[in-house]
């Protein structure tokens, strides 16, 4: 690994214990040890080893349990991943507002290093293995197993989701771009708000990231020229980083040539403008050109914000229950390695946990009615907000009878199709020890290298007559209820090696206009039970889901049909004796797998809409001062890779906000 306890992330960890060491400066800041104050600049001084580290924090922690069990804040959010470092940083701007953040991980460039810094390592951190028997990396991962998926061959299926600061944004494939016209334009109808049309959330879109055009002289690759519409970027936005690798794998530029071949030609404009549909394109990422490192929330948010801000940040903090008086939201109890105590928000608390944690959050809530109680007393009852027979199923009294808390649950799965080729891949030169050297050197003296890349490029598609004639009119009714412009299918590319050290290409399908949907409950009253989670893959009773997948099987094989001079041998997977419809939804329901891209199991939508869970501005329905700000609140999920959208969403909700605030937050 290249990261060691010298190195700038480790030393950020470490100076929060010299700069707090008195139990004045504890008492003030709340739990400090482990507060994101520690990002700020790093202090001189000796660098003992983490495990002392740890252990002092441990002292500070137990410190504070008996100085003050709870802490005040104007605003509380409740997850420090994608969405909730986003809108807690943009809250805290003003300085007349205290806001905290309750994150149950720690840091990624400690728990996980260069799996997470590094972007061409991601794919190998074991932890993202989708068997229910996996590496398990507790400090990064809940560890959520599924449900046996009938449409899977009744496997279990684990699904990573990240637990540290940055959540899903440390650990996903960094790949950036927005959805189209026609599904932000379903959004406004769905919630009879204008605001989510796309030229209207444009303006957040450009707010939350700042563009980098690429560097040819590091890509070093003439056919992998790039276009972009630039006018879908501003030059004020950021602080998050989008850019574009500075290094290309020479097998995905042959893949682009075999998407042009099968009608998917390059986009002229990128995938920010609003358009997808047949069309390929090299894909920007959340990479910050000038090192080369993954540009998380935590890394570009949360820096910017512990920088001019007042923001706090509880780390190992899992969160138990939201609080209520009566039916205004006004805390959240939480608990520390054991040590239970509240923090209270005297105008907003935002549940950012998740597409399995938020709903499984809102379900467990409780009441009290003075937060001022020492969090050892029990407190005086429980409430929950959902579906009224589930809590009432857990003896949970109902405080707000919401039918679509933890339904409508949309997944993307993946399948892939795959053949050895007759070229250098970035997968097969990174398994050389040898080439090791060569690479670390590449991406330590210029930010370039195999080390420095992972996204190359995707394409998006309806399925095309040809194969479309071959649909029941049964599974051709929902998918048309898509808008027109939404894809069914996105296509990406990837390279690994064969177990004989060739280089293995990879075209990967992903359904993105789902019609199967899933659901997560819970299994008891307790929090830290995990969350019941079915993604209902591949169930719909139209089969409109597995027809489109065996299309898209047949879709890579025509693909990889036109390169034929670069591939050696017969197709890996799924394999030459995989040939009729039913062969091939065999296969595809033996071997997929998540992307990780579930969503809208809080979904928002109008007054009155029965599986509706929050309102256009993200407040739950029911109750007061609550709201839900991740992808769990989005009514669907948009087509490709969401977390574009969700720096959006989190940009837009935190202006509503500051809006609905009146003049607190007037600059």
């Not at 991943?81 to 806001?99: D, H, K, Q």
């Not at 709201?627 to 509503?656: C, W």
Request: aromatic share 10%; with cysteine.
């Amino acid at each position: 690994m290249l990261m060691d306890p010298s190195s700038k992330p480790f030393c950020r960890l470490l100076a929060v214990v010299w700069r707090w060491k008195d139990a004045d400066s504890i008492k003030t800041l709340g739990f400090a040890a482990f507060s994101a104050r520690c990002l700020g600049p790093q202090l001189p001084g000796p660098k003992p080893n983490s495990n002392l580290v740890l252990a002092y924090a441990q002292v500070l922690l137990a410190f504070q349990y008996y100085l003050e069990k709870t802490a005040d804040f104007y605003a509380e959010v409740v997850g420090g991943g994608t969405a909730g470092i986003t809108i807690a940083s943009r809250l805290a701007e003003n300085p007349s507002v205290s806001v905290a953040v309750v994150e149950a991980g720690g840091f990624y460039e400690v728990d996980n290093g260069n799996y997470s810094v590094l972007p061409g390592l991601y794919p190998y951190s074991p932890f993202l293995a989708a068997t229910a028997v996996y590496p398990q990396q507790p400090l990064m991962d809940w560890g959520l197993i599924s449900t046996p998926q009938a449409g899977a061959q009744n496997r279990k299926i684990h699904y990573a989701q990240g637990k540290t600061l940055s959540g899903s944004s440390a650990v996903n494939a960094m790949a950036y771009h927005r959805g189209t016209t026609g599904c932000y334009q379903w959004w406004a109808n769905l919630t009879s708000d204008k605001s989510y049309t796309f030229p209207n959330l444009l303006p957040y879109f450009r707010k939350s990231c700042r563009f980098t055009a690429p560097n040819y002289t590091k890509r070093q690759t003439p056919n992998a020229t790039v276009k972009f519409d630039s006018s879908a970027f501003s030059a004020a936005g950021g602080p998050l980083q989008v850019s574009y690798s500075n290094w290309v794998d020479p097998a995905l530029t042959w893949l682009q040539r075999a998407f042009a071949s099968i009608g998917l030609p390059r986009s002229n404009t990128g995938f920010n403008s609003g358009s997808l549909l047949g069309r390929t394109a090299w894909i920007p990422s959340t990479i910050n050109p000038l090192t080369g490192e993954r540009s998380s929330s935590q890394a570009s948010f949360l820096e910017q914000a512990i920088s001019h801000t007042n923001i706090i940040v509880y780390t190992q903090a899992q969160a138990t229950k939201i609080l209520f008086d009566s039916a205004v939201a006004n805390g959240v109890a939480v608990t520390t390695n054991g040590v239970p105590y509240i923090i209270s928000a005297s105008k907003e608390v935002i549940v950012s946990a998740g597409v399995f944690h938020s709903p499984q959050l809102l379900m467990l809530s409780g009441k009290a009615l003075n937060l001022k109680i020492y969090a050892s007393q029990r407190l005086p009852y429980n409430v929950g907000i959902g579906p009224r027979a589930t809590l009432e199923k857990y003896s949970i009294p109902v405080l707000s009878d919401l039918a679509g808390v933890g339904q409508n649950l949309w997944d993307q799965l993946l399948f892939s199709v795959s053949k050895q080729v007759d070229l250098p891949s970035q997968g097969q030169f990174l398994a050389e020890p040898q080439n090791i050297v060569r690479a670390t050197s590449e991406f330590l003296n210029s930010a370039s290298g195999p080390l420095s890349s992972f996204n190359g490029m995707i394409a998006f598609e309806k399925i095309p007559q040809a194969l479309r004639r071959n649909f029941t009119p049964a599974a051709l009714a929902p998918l048309a209820q898509f808008p027109t412009d939404w894809p069914e299918v996105e296509y990406a590319t990837g390279t690994s090696m064969t177990a004989t050290g060739g280089s293995l290409a990879l075209i990967e399908a992903a359904l993105s206009a789902p019609v199967s949907r899933g659901n997560v409950t819970i299994s008891s009253a307790d929090m830290t039970t995990p969350p019941v989670i079915n993604m209902g893959w591949l169930t719909d009773p139209a089969s409109a889901d597995a027809q489109v997948a065996v299309a898209a099987v047949k879709r890579m094989r025509e693909a990889f049909s036109t390169i034929q001079n670069i591939t050696i041998g017969q197709e890996v997977a799924p394999g030459s004796s995989v040939q009729s419809d039913d062969e091939i939804l065999a296969y595809i329901r033996n071997t997929s797998v998540p992307l990780y891209h579930a969503g809208a199991t809080c979904a928002m939508g109008k007054q009155g809409d029965p599986n509706a869970v929050v309102d256009p501005k993200a407040r739950v329905f029911g109750v007061q001062g609550l709201r839900v700000v991740d992808l769990s609140a989005v009514p669907f999920v948009p087509p490709g890779h969401p977390q574009a959208t969700v720096y959006m969403l989190a940009e837009k909700i935190a202006d509503n906000i500051r809006s609905d605030t009146g003049p607190l937050f007037t600059a």
